[in-house]
């Protein structure tokens, strides 16, 4: 008897929270388009270059490659940093640039070369950065490499590589000579489809200058690069988020400097620029024992960004590269020595790249600015421990959930179509309050091509806590054809997540053989059922979706 009531109390129970759960309601009208699906979100970074060629750099590159419809671009530091082949967390070299002992230069181009090499064998491109200073050109070489390591200052890493040089004319024959290289190596036309840059975050302590040496430094590169290639695309600054007043200050000056400035090297007015670059990070914080995020505090940065570049009639046109765009600043910072950072292995990461990038397309379409590429400062760590909590999108070649998610954007094309409905959170909500208190971010990104169609919905919420499912009516018009395909894919803690199988499993430092094979499928994006054909009824589709919190669907229909 006992045991028959509290039965019915469960049921009871059930019911009520059923009761209590509010439907949200998504609908997508396919004849309504709203701007491209550009593939802005292919694009992939790292401080340690020389990762690239390492045995799980190279897997990741390829899996990289396959995902997308289109070429990836990578963006690297350390490209120019003096050194042999360093593998230190937030460092890397090349040593391309030495001098003898009368002060002549001698380039070798060995490493860089292997780089690029690594990239281009699998259909990536080069986000190529003119970086950091070679320690026989900086003005204070000494101490030049730092040593530092997760829980240490943050500042410990600005050495002797983050200094101007000691003669720019020196520094502009080896950008010229990079580039002609290139050239040389790879042909014209495909240096030209690649796009350079000088420096990272200038307006902190990566540049020991000042802003108008950084405008100095600018002009002796771009000179030298279009000298060597006449139609490189060459561009800057890659400052930090512009919603903090300093790094806007300095972008600013940037700007007017390549409009008007006299310039350092040609003595004429103006600079080249073929695209503007600045950084955008989220922060995120440890709240009554859970991680919370704060995507708002990274759309601030986009969107103040967007109308710095806007607020210029001449180069409001041009391509914007955000260089980095993440949930927080420090890739190699683990979550054993910042808590906060526990989000990155399992399901809030992957919702929240969903979430955050849906945005990024709508503040561009606010601001009409032409928004060319927001680059995820993630990819993977060598020799570290399975799932440490580095923002990376592999470990030890094992596919965190996150990678998933830009596998489903790899599935969108075309042009994206209008999403109406319920959603308590629209862009400029997140952006200004992120998503907070009693509702979760339950919305959508839907694209249409030619043959296909899909549909990203997402159960977001900046607080990392457990909650009911969402039960998400959607209604799909503007269909083609009366009968379409459905493949439904799915991230969530039991799916496209090797996360939660490794935790299964004891989390072991040192996985078998059979428990490696077991996570690289588990690190697969999966789907959820098996492919269906559904009939449409006048050009419309209406489903139910039971879509778990910090869950990611991808719905790709063809017909």
């Given at each position: 008897m006992k045991k028959i009531l509290l039965a019915s109390i469960g049921a009871l129970m059930s019911l009520v929270v059923l009761a209590q759960?509010?439907?949200?309601?998504?609908?997508?009208?396919?004849?309504?388009?709203?701007?491209?699906?550009?593939?802005?979100?292919?694009?992939?970074?790292?401080?340690?270059?020389?990762y690239a060629?390492?045995?799980?750099?190279?897997?990741?590159?390829?899996?990289?490659?396959?995902?997308?419809?289109?070429?990836?671009y990578f963006r690297a530091h350390n490209l120019l940093t003096s050194g042999h082949d360093t593998l230190t967390l937030k460092w890397g070299s090349t040593n391309v640039y030495t001098e003898d002992e009368k002060g002549n230069p001698i380039y070798d181009w060995t490493i860089?070369?292997?780089?690029?090499?690594?990239?281009?064998?699998?259909?990536?491109?080069?986000?190529?950065?003119?970086?950091?200073?070679?320690?026989a050109l900086s003005t204070h070489p000494q101490p030049y490499e730092h040593h530092w390591k997760p829980g240490m200052p943050y500042n410990d890493i600005y050495k002797g590589w983050a200094y101007p040089p000691k003669d720019y004319k020196k520094w502009a024959e080896l950008v010229y000579q990079w580039v002609r290289h290139s050239v040389e190596r790879y042909g014209k036309k495909e240096v030209e489809s690649w796009y350079w840059e000088?420096?990272?975050?200038?307006?902190?302590?990566?540049?020991?200058?000042?802003?108008?040496?950084?405008?100095?430094?600018?002009?002796?590169?771009?000179?030298a690069a279009k000298r060597a290639l006449p139609t490189i695309k060459i561009g800057g600054p890659e400052t930090t988020g512009p919603s903090w007043n300093k790094a806007a200050e300095f972008l600013q000056t940037f700007l007017k400097h390549c409009v008007s400035g006299r310039n350092y090297a040609t003595n004429k007015i103006g600079s080249p620029l073929d695209f503007i670059s600045f950084h955008a990070k989220g922060a995120p914080k440890i709240v009554d024992g859970h991680v919370q995020m704060n995507m708002g505090t990274q759309l601030r940065d986009i969107s103040e960004g967007f109308r710095i570049v806007a607020s210029f009639p001449t180069l409001k046109h041009l391509p914007i590269i955000i260089g980095e765009s993440d949930p927080?600043?420090?890739?190699?910072?683990?979550?054993?020595?910042?808590?906060?950072n526990a989000y990155r292995n399992g399901t809030m990461y992957s919702s929240y790249?969903?979430?955050?990038?849906?945005?990024?397309?709508?503040?561009?379409?606010y601001h009409k600015v032409n928004l060319k590429a927001a680059v995820s400062w993630s990819f993977e760590f060598e020799n570290q421990p399975y799932f440490y909590g580095f923002r990376?999108?592999?470990?030890?070649?094992?596919?965190?959930?996150?990678?998933?998610v830009f596998r489903m954007f790899g599935m969108m094309a075309g042009?994206?179509?209008?999403?109406?409905?319920?959603?308590?959170?629209d862009f400029i909500t997140v952006r200004d309050s992120s998503v907070r208190g009693p509702y979760a971010d339950i919305n959508a990104l839907a694209s249409k091509d030619t043959r296909s169609a899909a549909v990203m919905l997402w159960h977001y919420h900046d607080d990392d806590l457990q909650a009911p499912d969402a039960h998400i009516a959607l209604t799909l018009t503007g269909l083609p054809a009366t009968r379409v395909r459905l493949h439904h894919y799915r991230i969530d803690n039991e799916n496209s997540n090797a996360y939660e199988l490794w935790k299964k499993m004891g989390s072991p430092e040192n996985p078998t053989p059979e428990q490696i094979t077991q996570l690289e499928k588990a690190g697969q994006l999966s789907l959820l059922t098996s492919p269906v054909y559904l009939n449409t009824t006048g050009s419309t589709l209406q489903l139910n979706v039971q879509l778990p919190r910090q869950g990611v669907s991808l719905l790709k229909f063809d017909w």
């Open positions: 759960t509010t439907q949200t309601i998504i609908e997508v009208d396919f004849n309504k388009k709203v701007g491209d699906m550009t593939p802005m979100w292919a694009w992939f970074g790292a401080d340690e270059p020389n060629y390492m045995r799980d750099g190279k897997k990741l590159l390829s899996e990289l490659s396959a995902m997308s419809p289109v070429p990836v860089v070369d292997k780089i690029f090499d690594t990239y281009l064998e699998r259909g990536i491109k080069p986000l190529a950065q003119f970086s950091f200073m070679p320690e000088l420096w990272n975050e200038p307006n902190i302590g990566y540049w020991k200058g000042t802003v108008d040496e950084y405008c100095q430094l600018y002009d002796f590169t771009a000179d927080e600043g420090c890739a190699a910072c683990g979550m054993k020595t910042n808590p906060q790249t969903a979430a955050s990038f849906a945005r990024k397309y709508a503040l561009a379409d990376d999108l592999a470990t030890n070649g094992i596919d965190k959930p996150v990678l998933n042009q994206r179509v209008a999403v109406t409905g319920n959603q308590k959170y």
